[in-house]
């Protein structure tokens, strides 16, 4: 869903500067594994608000290869048996129009070489932010250095060119933990993609990111490997859904900027035992906060699926924990409208999981945060929240299992809400936030990069 509401998001881009010389197809691939009620319905309230964005769905397919090793390798076995119909719909969308450039999410590299074959300039829109891009362009070396797993080199620990922030080797970006899944090899594979297209847009501005937007723009190889011509041309979020949801109203009835949000996340979801110590934390902590809980997984397999089940509140929580914390705390099951929750007044500080539209919705809101990265690139996304652009309190993790005690997460609340620390990450994201609105303003750097964009299609 993050990945379509980007794309979306990025098209209505395009159409609100350039009015009329633009319309947008949007290609997606249909499969029950990514059958959900919320993007149906999506597409469908895009289609009618914007009708010069249309979606064209690719037929489905199954696995009939091998077994799938994990979600992500089934995932990315269902993207590549859908390149030829990819190929086939930009020879047809080529014939009645001419197509200016063919924008593809990192997952839909499969993609890249046979658009490049009909001549059709092609792009990535990189969804998460540059410090991330500047990481995995270096990933295919990284991966060379290693014969084991990631997952099993619980001491070591990999350095990244430019100063990129260094990163445990059991915190790689998810599907590279195990290299006897074949996503392993994907991901290298999407990685080492990265420089053979026209270029790359980012979901960033200059200034949220200027270590990560300059080493990637430098000429003197920072980075050590080629790299495409950057465009920065974020943040790009979607509007807040317009939905009235019962904790606005409650959120409402609390003062300015004194409510911690905490939601992690599309899929967010933790074991009981981890929920009932997020809840002991709180508790201690004294804080207001507002919580989005889903549903624990049964277990591995069922993780995927589980999170937008419903479930009872009162089973996983600690006993009496709700009337306990009823003057100043509230717990949501499974969505909230973190839009409009970040930009409430009372809301003053996010425990987040580090996925990127987050940290731009929370940019944008001006709202401060502690990092609990869970799974995907979050841990790297932490690690340059924290140490590269220092607008993070991060919480200590057991290296095993990610597990975060009561006690820590009830420190990491506090030191947002009530320390020196806290105040210090408050101004920086007021700042960012004018930022935040700067690039897109004249002159500002994202409009910059969009025009220079534009122009190249213009020109050829
Ligand atoms: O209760 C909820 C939970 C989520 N959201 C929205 O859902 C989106 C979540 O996006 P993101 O924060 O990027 O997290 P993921 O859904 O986990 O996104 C995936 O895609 C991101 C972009 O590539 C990566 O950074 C993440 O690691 C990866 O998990 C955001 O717009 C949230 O506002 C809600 O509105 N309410």
Redesign the pocket.
């Known amino acids: 869903?993050?990945?379509i509401?980007?794309m979306v998001e990025l098209g209505k881009l395009f159409l609100h500067h350039y009015n009329n010389q633009f319309s947008i197809t949007v290609l997606l691939i249909t499969n029950d594994f990514w059958s959900n009620p919320s993007i149906t319905s999506y597409i469908e309230t895009i289609s009618k608000t914007y009708p010069s964005i249309s979606f064209h769905r690719l037929p489905p397919h199954s696995i009939n290869t091998y077994p799938p090793r994990s979600h992500l390798d089934m995932a990315f076995q269902l993207i590549s048996l859908s390149t030829p119909e990819v190929i086939q719909s930009l020879v047809e969308i080529s014939n009645i129009c001419k197509v200016s450039a063919f924008i593809i999410d990192f997952f839909c590299t499969y993609a890249l070489s046979g658009a490049e074959e009909l001549n059709i300039p092609t792009y990535y829109f990189f969804?998460?932010g540059a410090g991330c891009l500047a990481t995995f362009l270096n990933l295919p070396k990284i991966s060379e250095q290693y014969t084991k797993s990631f997952k099993d080199l619980p001491d070591t620990i990999l350095h990244f060119p430019g100063g990129l922030p260094d990163l445990k080797a059991i915190h790689m970006v998810e599907p590279m933990l195990d290299s006897d899944d074949p996503a392993y090899h994907e991901v290298v594979y999407f990685c080492s993609h990265l420089p053979k297209a026209h270029g790359i847009l980012v979901n960033t501005f200059d200034d949220l990111e200027p270590k990560a937007v300059r080493i990637l723009k430098d000429e003197e190889w920072a980075l050590d490997v080629k790299v495409p011509p950057i465009y920065p041309i974020g943040p790009l979020?979607?509007d807040g859904?317009d939905v009235h949801h019962e904790c606005l109203s409650w959120l409402d009835r609390q003062p300015s900027k004194s409510v911690v949000f905490l939601?992690f996340?599309?899929?967010?979801s933790f074991s009981k035992k981890q929920v009932k110590e997020i809840a002991k934390g709180l508790e201690k902590s004294g804080q207001r906060f507002l919580w989005?809980v889903k549903k624990p997984p049964e277990d591995e397999e069922s993780k995927q699926t589980d999170h937008i089940s419903d479930f009872d509140l009162d089973e996983i929580l600690p006993q009496g924990f709700l009337e306990r914390v009823q003057d100043r705390g509230k717990v949501v099951k499974?969505?909230?409208?973190?839009?409009k929750v970040l930009s409430h007044d009372s809301v003053g500080g996010f425990v987040?999981?580090?996925?990127?539209?987050?940290?731009l919705?929370a940019v944008v809101a001006d709202v401060p945060l502690v990092a609990w990265p869970l799974?995907?690139?979050?841990h790297l996304?932490r690690n340059l929240l924290v140490e590269y652009m220092e607008m993070a309190i991060p919480v200590d993790q057991r290296d095993e299992d990610g597990f975060v005690s009561g006690d820590e997460l009830e420190k990491r609340v506090r030191e947002l809400m009530d320390s020196e620390k806290g105040i210090e990450l408050r101004e920086k994201s007021m700042k960012l936030k004018e930022s935040a609105l700067g690039a897109w303003g004249e002159s500002g750097s994202s409009l910059r990069a969009l025009e220079e964009l534009v122009k190249k299609w213009q020109a050829s």
Do not use: D, K, L
């Open positions: 869903m993050g990945h509401v980007s969804t998460s979020i979607a859904e939601c996340g599309s899929r967010g989005v499974s969505w909230a409208p973190q839009v987040t999981h580090c996925g990127w539209n987050s940290v919705e799974y995907a690139e979050q996304n």
